[in-house]
């Protein structure tokens, strides 16, 4: 069973930047880095929505478009780690932030990665 814990969110300003960790742990009978990751969020009364996701090789990233140049997802597979740097951040953007990780899927669908963090508030005030 893998575990997810994000930390990092908070309140901000617009134009200001934030960075998310999430941080996996547990028994798998695969290493951590042979784990897709992926980033998503939910804003009250939407649906939960993807932002970002990184292949397990670290060297492919997929962003959704309202994000793009603004956010960057990387990982660091020595701590088993998915880190999620969001700058010029717009009210737009606040939510409940959620990583979600696989070890076979890699890609923006929600319903397809097996693993999920319990989330963590980004709030951007005007």
């Known amino acids: 069973q893998v575990q997810l814990v994000e930390s990092g969110g908070g309140l901000v300003q617009a134009g200001g930047s934030l960075r998310l960790s999430c941080t996996a742990s547990?028994?798998?009978?695969?290493?951590?880095?042979?784990?897709?990751m992926g980033w998503f969020r939910q804003a009250p009364g939407k649906d939960r929505e993807f932002v970002a996701s990184i292949k397990w090789s670290g060297d492919i990233t997929y962003y959704t478009d309202s994000v793009k140049g603004r956010f960057t997802i990387s990982r660091e597979n020595g701590e088993n780690t998915v880190y999620l740097q969001m700058s010029n951040l717009k009210p737009e953007d606040t939510a409940v932030y959620y990583c979600?990780?696989?070890?076979?899927?890699?890609?923006?669908?929600?319903?397809?990665?097996?693993?999920w963090g319990q989330g963590t508030q980004v709030t951007v005030s005007s």
């Open positions: 979600a990780a696989d070890a076979s899927y890699f890609g923006r669908s929600r319903n397809a990665y097996d693993y």
């Open positions: 547990g028994r798998t009978s695969t290493s951590y880095s042979t784990y897709s």
